[in-house]
């Protein structure tokens, strides 16, 4: 009898579990939990530590060495190639010359008696294979060496009229105004051009000139032509640059040039600052202004001047001893060899390595 009873309890109360399992299933959802995945704990190869490279498997380099920077690639839309002499036609008489003045000058004929009276223009006749046709010129010509034997006729900015006259030109060539009235009365012809007092870059004009009117037009176009190529290779060059070292450059007692000169123009195309950039034309230096300026190279004709003088001791120049001499006086006249001053400073002011880069 109990067994049977315990038979219904039992079962009552599985009915009842199960009826409130049924009442509830539509608010609780029971989720059974996600097995884990499977581990592959198979044992991998340990790895071997690296073995550092020891210092003497090291490959060292080496240092390199500064480099010059190579010139810019520039279009060059000019044709520098030297033009045959056959290719050059004669000067064809009578021809016309505008002066400095705008006056206009008729040359009929080749001049076979030329006073050039201006440094750079002897230089210029003597280039192109002319300097026989000079009969005289002024006593500060110094180059070429056959010019001491031209006849003087005054000094630079003193004309000897009477001496002139005597020597009977079919053309004098001056550089400044003051006497041609004087020779003009004379019924001498005068040919006048203002000095290039600040403008190198003129200079193959100034040949060319020549080359027409005594007709030596081949030997004109290969003298300026070498001139503009030199010219054209160093200014792109330079423009790799951007400030050279401060300089002075004395002409004697202190006296310097300034920005508007051939030197003042010459330092401006090599990137050399010129502490005497704000003179206009040339102008006398104090010690007392060198001495603040501080520069640190010195162009002059006489370094004793400055090694000698206690007072300079302490500029840089003279500590570095950088108070150099340049060899010729080309950089102070405006003709053909105004190119090779140039180089020449270069030279001493970089190193003569500059010029093979250049010229490569």
């Known amino acids: 009898m109990s067994k ?19 009442s509830n299933e539509t608010n609780t959802i029971i989720k059974l939990p996600i097995s884990p995945a499977p581990v592959d704990y198979s044992t991998k190869n340990q790895l071997s530590p690296t073995i550092p490279v020891p210092k003497s498997q090291i490959t060292s380099k080496s240092l390199l060495k500064p480099q010059l ?36 000058i008729i040359i009929n004929k080749p001049p076979e008696k030329i006073i050039a009276f201006d440094s750079a223009a002897v230089e210029i006749l003597y280039s192109i294979n002319a300097g026989n ?16 034997n031209i006849t003087k006729v005054g000094d630079a900015f003193n004309l000897n009229i009477e001496k002139v006259l005597s020597l ?41 000139m020549w080359g027409k009117i005594v007709n030596k037009n081949n030997e004109a176009y290969n003298i300026a032509n ?29 006296w310097t040039p300034g920005n508007n000169t051939l030197v003042g123009k010459t330092f401006n195309l090599l990137k050399l600052n010129n502490i005497a950039k704000d003179v206009s034309g040339y102008k006398q230096f ?12 010195i162009i002059t004709s006489d370094p004793d001047f400055f090694y000698k003088n206690t007072e300079f001791k302490n500029l840089t120049a003279i500590k570095n ?15 053909p060899r105004f ?12 190193s003569p390595v500059y010029i093979d880069n250049i010229y490569e």
Do not use: M, W
């Open 133 to 148: 046709k000079i009969i005289g010129t002024h006593s500060f010509v110094t180059y070429p060496k056959d010019s001491k």
């Open 168 to 208: 009977n030109p079919d053309l004098f060539y001056i550089f400044f105004e003051r006497y041609i009235n004087d020779l003009e009365k004379n019924n001498i012809k005068v040919v006048y051009e203002k000095t290039l007092s600040d403008n190198f870059e003129a200079i193959p004009n100034r040949i060319l």
């Open 226 to 254: 070498q001139f503009e190529i030199k010219l054209f290779k160093i200014k792109s060059f330079f423009k790799n640059y951007e400030e050279g070292p401060t300089i002075f450059y004395d002409t004697g007692s202190l």
């Open 339 to 350: 190119i090779n001053g140039i180089e020449e400073l270069i030279e001493i002011v970089y």
């Open 286 to 297: 104090s010690k007392e202004i060198l001495i603040k300026k501080n520069p640190q190279i």
């Open 69 to 104: 920077p190579s010139p810019p690639l520039v279009k060059i839309e000019k044709d520098y190639t030297i033009v045959k002499s056959s290719n050059i036609p004669d000067t064809k008489y009578p021809i016309k010359i505008t002066r400095s003045d705008n006056k206009e």
């Open 4 to 22: 049977a009873l315990n038979t219904i309890v039992l079962s009552f109360l599985f009915l009842t579990i199960i009826a409130s399992c049924s």
């Open 321 to 335: 001893k950088r108070i150099l001499t340049l060899d010729s006086n080309s950089l102070s006249i405006a003709g």
